[in-house]
């Protein structure tokens, strides 16, 4: 069998065993003209003479690579010689990015997912079809593992789920590697477009791509990629129960909207009362991506704890102790003073500066690490390792749950919250509740004007450095 029956027939029976395509329904193809989505629609072109349904060929014109043209009127060609619709979507997503205070990278995935829904509804499209592969599901289980994921995280990408509306999302390349892809194609004489982008470092993705993946194939086990994704299928197996065991207590223990009886649940074990906790906060969020395993662990003190008391949480939610019962509710106070809050990119601009009410304002530079350049020694202007900061970061003031990393007397990095560290440096509590800081999600990158995080220090191994000044409002750099 040569690679190009083999790589058919494994698609074609992925296909089928996850039931992702029906006869007779249009889908919806995301094509960026990269070699996986390039790969997936002439896949999906050759599965079509079996099964009979309609596809609808979707780009994005991101409007951030000077290639972008190109790339538009290469996939736009591709569609007209294998005579398949295709709708081009120019969007600005730098402008998005600023306008919404989201990453480019955040913004980019949104406007993409917004544009597959459009395109779905105006033609009755049922399926939206992408192009991840298995080296993509393998790199997002690593990512989650590094970031202290549980078993949701760590199940990898789905081949099939929810969309919205009565659209599903369905990624038939799951099952093939990334060499798979590119094997398929220069057998068949069909050409892709590379974007530049995916060969930087400065993404986390590409650096487990680049070197991690490479790495544990060559020097740890051959098979790794297939290994880590077997892996994630059979957490993803042992997810879908625990879901299912935690609806079940949640519906036992429920005594109306956001009350539980607490003798109900402590009856089970911790693994299934945190499950719960952490499902009935998720309700309160308007995200969820906020509540972590630090307020888990804090909520968890209320059922062993007998005392009436509360747990303050993101988003002005409130957990509390009433005598038998934990009850959720949302605090007005607190909803307000978080919506005041100001959201910033970090790391897709080299220069930027945010306005600081009553304070100055924080000027942001990123740039490239050189050896021998002296870190500085100033207590208004922080250098911090752009590389290990993930997510938009944040200028607010302090929450429940908010920590920083320092080293003990043995050089260990060490979890501390912000509440300890700013009780023993002695700080009165009504300076602590008008103290800006900087952070990610709860991780405090840098209390202003005080400490930054041991974890997001300068290192030998630092490439790319984002610089923080306050200058205040004289204009003088404080």
Avoid at 261 to 273: C, D, H, S
Avoid at 325 to 330: A, G, N, P, S
Avoid at 352 to 371: H, N, T, V, Y
């Amino acid at each position: 069998m040569n690679i190009l029956e083999k790589t058919e027939k494994k698609v074609f029976s992925y296909l089928e065993e996850k039931h992702m395509i029906i006869p007779g329904e249009c889908v919806v193809v995301g094509v960026s003209g990269g070699a996986d989505s390039v790969c997936l629609l002439f896949l999906l072109a050759e599965y079509r003479k079996q099964k009979n349904f309609d596809l609808h060929v979707v780009h994005i014109h991101h409007g951030i690579r000077k290639e972008a043209d190109e790339d538009a009127l290469f996939v736009e060609q591709m569609c007209g010689e294998l005579g398949i619709p295709f709708s081009c979507h120019r969007i600005d997503v730098p402008q998005i990015a600023v306008e919404q205070k989201i990453s480019t990278e955040v913004a980019g995935r949104e406007a993409r997912y917004r544009s597959f829904y459009q395109t779905a509804a105006e033609h009755n499209a049922t399926k939206i079809a992408v192009a991840h592969n298995k080296n993509d599901n393998a790199e997002t289980v690593l990512f989650h593992l590094f970031r202290g994921s549980g078993t949701g995280g760590l199940s990898g990408i789905a081949p099939v789920r929810k969309g919205e509306g009565d659209t599903t999302i369905i990624r038939p390349l799951l099952c093939l590697e990334r060499e798979e892809i590119e094997a398929y194609l220069k057998e068949r004489n069909i050409f892709w477009r590379v974007d530049a982008t995916n060969q930087e470092n400065e993404y986390t993705r590409n650096r487990i791509r680049h070197h991690i993946l490479p790495f544990a194939e060559q020097e740890v086990a051959q098979g790794a990629v297939d290994h880590i994704v077997r892996s994630a299928q059979m957490l993803k197996e042992t997810e879908d129960y625990l879901a299912e065991q935690t609806c079940k207590v949640l519906q036992q223990v429920a005594r109306g909207q956001g009350r539980l009886e607490i003798a109900g649940l402590t009856a089970y074990p911790p693994l299934i009362q945190k499950r719960v906790l952490f499902a009935v906060a998720k309700e309160f969020s308007p995200t969820g991506k906020d509540i972590s395993q630090i307020h888990v662990n804090d909520m968890m003190t209320l059922l062993e704890k007998k005392e009436n008391r509360s747990i303050r949480l993101p988003f002005g939610i409130v957990a509390s102790r009433r005598y038998e019962e934990i009850v959720f509710d949302v605090s007005e106070d607190d909803l307000k003073e978080q919506s005041t809050l100001m959201e910033i990119v970090s790391c897709d601009s080299k220069e930027w500066e945010l306005a600081l009410p009553g304070i100055g304002r924080l000027e942001f530079r990123k740039f490239l690490f050189s050896e021998g350049v002296e870190i500085p020694n100033h207590l208004y202007t922080k250098w911090f390792d752009c590389d290990k900061i993930e997510q938009s970061i944040q200028i607010r003031y302090r929450r429940e749950g908010d920590y920083l990393c320092i080293r003990d007397a043995k050089g260990e990095l060490k979890h501390k919250t912000l509440k300890q560290y700013l009780i023993d440096e002695k700080i009165p509590k009504q300076e602590r509740e008008k103290m800006p800081v900087l952070a990610e999600g709860d991780h405090i990158l840098w209390i202003i004007g005080k400490r930054i995080s041991e974890f997001f220090k300068v290192t030998e191994n630092t490439k790319t450095i984002l610089e923080v000044k306050l200058i205040n409002s004289d204009c003088e750099t404080r």
